[in-house]
């Protein structure tokens, strides 16, 4: 087992183009291959040395270290640690290495440097804002955002003198031209709830850049598997891993990824000040999901074709909103931005409120409830719950009708969930 092979391995597949030469010395290359999202999500973030408490075996699984301080043998070690946001480890509110194992996979998976995890999505949202934004400073924000984060802005504003100028995040002139000298911050969201429009990040992001403004984008429902901000130029991605990341409705959760590591220190401090570090069970639980999240991906926009493919053609329903249609009207951005249509869609009822009341009413299989990427299919009816204050007139302002349904498509088996809606949908017109 320990012998040295005389010959150099088979390899597995064509040859790399990049390989070193044939007659270069047969060693492997210190750079190694970037690889796939599947592996990453597999390993990334693994057995870290903290694991290792015998010396000569470590766990598979990170395990959970349940632990809210650390002991050192050296007080010098110890003061030198405490302005550290990695290993060595001092008192978890600063951090855990469960928690650094989940922010090692995810800033892996979108290809930053460092990651935070948070104890919710909006604790991530929160000490991003709120590390960037002072006093007197402006921001540039999509219109269409999560209900939490335009509340968190709003606050901001009413409370703390942060100016915010709204843009519909489909025309870079438009952000070109709101930046004012004091502008700091472009926030953006990759597909939008619950119309699923997709953002430009590209094209945004270079509008930013020109300005010397930060770009934050809340990358949730795409994840890491669909889309990579950092990659078209964003600085800072943030995630509700409570959907997607974890994936099995079983546990909230936030992160923010970082593209540099100025950028990661100064949220570390916040996050550290405002307390909003995770629980290492909840990071935990969180990892465990991430592990299958491109498989979990790959299957949610697999099911979501089929049903949003049954809809369109379903004679009661209107309209269907999902990135993967042809007829998506941001058809060339999805392709440009996304490497898959994701799970979440929408669809108008031509019977408007009382129809799409007596849908979410009459589903079986799929589930009635909030939140949106675990293994389950759920539907809300936006103008009757999450937005019921608002009227006509100021639904269709945000895009959505009194008909719209959303849903967050999720693995079982699509004929199964057709059936469901099937039996839930109006005869037809
Ligand atoms: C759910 C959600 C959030 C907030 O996350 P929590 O984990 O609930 O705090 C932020 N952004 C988007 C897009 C979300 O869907």
């Avoid at 770009?215 to 997607?244: E, M, Q, W």
Wanted: with cysteine; charged share 20%; aromatic share 6%.
């Amino acid at each position: 087992m320990t012998s040295t092979p005389v010959s150099a391995p088979i390899p597995a597949s064509a040859p790399d183009p990049d390989a070193p030469a044939a007659d270069a010395p047969a060693v492997r290359s210190a750079e190694p291959r970037a690889q796939a999202v599947d592996t990453i999500a597999v390993h990334a973030g693994g057995t870290a040395e903290s694991n290792d408490f015998t010396g000569v075996s470590r766990p598979v699984a990170v395990p959970i270290h349940q632990a809210s301080t650390f002991t050192f043998d050296d007080a010098d070690v110890f003061a030198d640690a405490m302005g550290k946001p990695d290993a060595p480890f001092v008192y978890s509110r600063y951090g855990n290495p469960t928690t650094h194992a989940l922010e090692t996979a995810m800033a892996a998976l979108e290809g930053g440097v460092a990651a935070l995890a948070t104890s919710s999505g909006m604790g991530a949202i929160t000490a991003v804002l709120t590390t960037h934004l002072a006093s007197g400073d402006h921001v540039v924000a999509q219109r269409r955002l999560y209900g939490g984060t335009f509340a968190m802005l709003r606050d901001l504003e009413q409370r703390y003198g942060v100016q915010v100028t709204y843009v519909s995040g489909d025309d870079p002139a438009e952000v070109a031209a709101a930046v004012r000298p004091n502008t700091r911050l472009l926030y953006l969201e990759t597909i939008a709830n619950p119309m699923t429009q997709v953002c430009d990040i590209p094209a945004m992001t270079a509008v930013a850049r020109a300005h010397g403004i930060l770009t934050v984008v809340d990358n949730t429902f795409a994840t890491p598997v669909l889309c990579r901000p950092l990659a078209h130029g964003a600085d800072i991605v943030v995630h509700s891993t409570t959907k997607y990341v974890g994936g099995h409705s079983d546990v909230v959760g936030g992160i923010a990824v970082f593209a540099d590591p100025a950028g990661h220190r100064a949220v570390w401090d916040r996050i550290v000040e405002s307390g909003v570090n995770p629980d290492p069970f909840a990071a935990w639980l969180t990892l465990r999901g991430l592990r299958t999240l491109p498989l979990r991906m790959r299957r949610h926009c697999e099911v979501a074709a089929v049903v949003a493919g049954r809809l369109a053609e379903h004679p009661a329903v209107s309209a269907v909103y999902w990135p993967g249609l042809p007829d998506h009207p941001r058809r060339d951005v999805v392709d440009r931005v996304l490497d898959g249509p994701g799970g979440m869609l929408a669809f108008d009822l031509a019977g408007g409120r009382a129809a799409a009341d007596a849908f979410v009413h009459g589903v079986r299989l799929a589930l009635l409830a909030a939140s949106l990427g675990g293994l389950e299919t759920l539907v809300v009816h936006p103008a009757g719950t999450s937005h019921r204050q608002l009227d006509a007139e100021q639904l269709r302002a945000v895009g959505i009708g009194e008909g719209t349904v959303r849903v967050s498509v999720g693995i079982e088996d699509p004929e199964d969930i057709w059936a469901d809606f099937a039996q839930a949908l109006p005869a037809g017109s």
